[in-house]
Structures are given as C-alpha cells and as structure tokens.
C-alpha cells in the first residue's frame, strides 16, 4: 500500500524559510514524477514545484527562485525547500506522486503553511 507522509509546515513570519518532507512507503519514489501542490481556502488546488524520474525539476512561476524541490533517494523522501516565505504563500500543502506502473495518483493528507506577522 502506498503511503505519503508530510511533515515540515507550521507558522513563519513573512521572509522566513521552512523545510517540508514527503515520506514514501510501499514504493520506490525515486521512479515516479512527484509534486507539491497546494491548496488556499477558497481557490483550487496549484502544482508548486514538480520532480521527474529523471530528477528535472518544475515550479510555478509564483515561487521560482524562491522554493527547491529535491529528492533523497536513500530516504525515499522528497523535500521542498520554501525561503523568502509571503503571506500569499500560506495553504494547506500536499505530496503528490504520479504512478508510473498504474497512473494512479497518490496524495499525501496535506501540512499547513501559515506566513503571518
């Protein structure tokens, strides 16, 4: 059974930074397209920063430069590293991995950010 475990978010002052870890179980991540996405109240959920097998990397343009999407293989987890936190970038945050062998996409139960002074 596929598990994806987060952890990592809690509250930071505007221009802080946080780090938050995607835990895999009953799969060898490292194979599979992985993403973070959010989800602010109110609006649709948004791919943040994406990771292919390959270790290519994508991010919305609202968080270049500023967020790093990253893999420790040995660890089966997946970071993404938030510097230069805003307001707007507060939201529940959630782990995706895209199944290559089935399609089935698998979602982790999400950890919030909150940015606020």
């Known amino acids: 059974q596929v598990q994806l475990v987060e952890s990592g978010g809690g509250l930071v002052q505007p221009g802080g930074s946080l780090r938050l870890s995607c835990a895999a179980s009953g799969i060898i991540s490292r194979i599979h397209p992985m993403g973070w996405y959010r989800q602010a109240p109110g609006k649709q959920r948004e791919l943040v920063a994406g990771?292919?097998?390959?270790?290519?990397?994508n991010y919305a343009d609202s968080v270049k430069g500023r967020f790093t999407i990253s893999r420790d293989n040995a660890k089966n987890t997946v970071y993404l590293q938030m510097n230069s936190l805003k307001p707007e970038d507060t939201a529940v945050y959630y782990c995706?991995?895209?199944?290559?062998?089935?399609?089935?996409?698998?979602w982790g139960q999400g950890t919030q950010v909150s940015v606020s002074s």
């Open positions: 990771i292919a097998g390959g270790d290519s990397t």
């Open positions: 995706n991995l895209h199944s290559l062998w089935n399609s089935r996409d698998y």
